[in-house]
């Protein structure tokens, strides 16, 4: 059982219902632009569910995959997943986003952690790709943490609030996570927990049980 002071966060399977939730996220302009490359305009329900509907397709061709970060109490926080799945290069792109209430909470570096578990342990992919605008420094903190290495600058290529950003693009392999791991682990109190599944009773959790 986990102690009272404890903060439990799960990771589930994105729901269509979680479309609504999505939606009000992103009516702030500013956080829809750290999150998304491509989008500006914040979106109604029909454009939420365009956008997403691969991702709930059951018979989606297994290139993305998404779950909501939630609180014990059913309460979603973020949502955290891996985009451009290639079953030939084992490779893909992860993106997190954070409501604004739990930014520095740790959870997110933790949902982070967890998932890459899941992408090279579940998935078998050997590379992880990420992308943050170079001005994004809470970003930037957490792949830094997690032993992601930049690979170069797309110059100008984000457009945002009337100027263009520079982009970071940064990779993490699968043997360099294997290193970083039981050291993160070490960093991180277990005072938050993020895990798959109804409870934080398996071993699909961060940090991980001895």
């Given at each position: 059982m986990a102690?009272?002071?404890?903060?439990?966060?799960r990771l589930r399977p994105l729901e269509k219902g979680d479309l609504a939730t999505i939606q009000r996220w992103f009516q702030d302009v500013e956080d829809l632009a750290l999150f998304d490359r491509t989008c500006r305009i914040p979106m109604n329900q029909a454009?939420?569910?365009?956008?997403?509907?691969?991702?709930?397709?059951?018979?989606?061709?297994?290139?993305?995959?998404?779950?909501?970060?939630?609180?014990?109490?059913?309460?979603?926080?973020?949502?955290?997943?891996i985009e451009a799945i290639s079953t030939i290069n084992r490779d893909g792109v992860v993106a997190?986003?954070?409501?604004?209430?739990?930014?520095?909470?740790?959870?997110?570096?933790?949902?982070?952690?967890?998932?890459?578990?899941?992408?090279?342990?579940?998935?078998?992919?050997?590379r992880i790709t990420s992308y943050?605008?170079?001005d994004n420094q809470r970003s930037r903190d957490v792949l830094r943490a997690l032993s992601f290495q930049e690979e170069g600058t797309m110059r100008r290529a984000w457009f945002s609030d009337g100027q263009f950003h520079d982009v970071l693009v940064v990779g993490l392999l699968q043997q360099e996570w294997a290193t970083r791991r039981p050291s993160l682990a070490r960093e991180l109190g277990p005072e938050t927990v993020?895990?798959?599944?109804?409870?934080?009773?398996?071993?699909?959790?961060?940090?991980?049980r001895e």
């Open positions: 102690e009272a002071s404890q903060r439990q966060f454009q939420t569910e365009h956008i997403w509907e691969d991702a709930l397709n059951e018979t989606g061709d297994g290139k993305r995959c998404w779950f909501i970060i939630e609180t014990r109490d059913d309460e979603a926080q973020g949502l955290i997943g997190l986003f954070i409501d604004k209430a739990l930014r520095g909470s740790g959870a997110g570096i933790r949902a982070s952690a967890l998932m890459l578990d899941f992408a090279f342990r579940q998935l078998g992919l050997n943050c605008r170079t993020v895990c798959f599944g109804p409870d934080c009773s398996t071993g699909w959790i961060w940090p991980p």
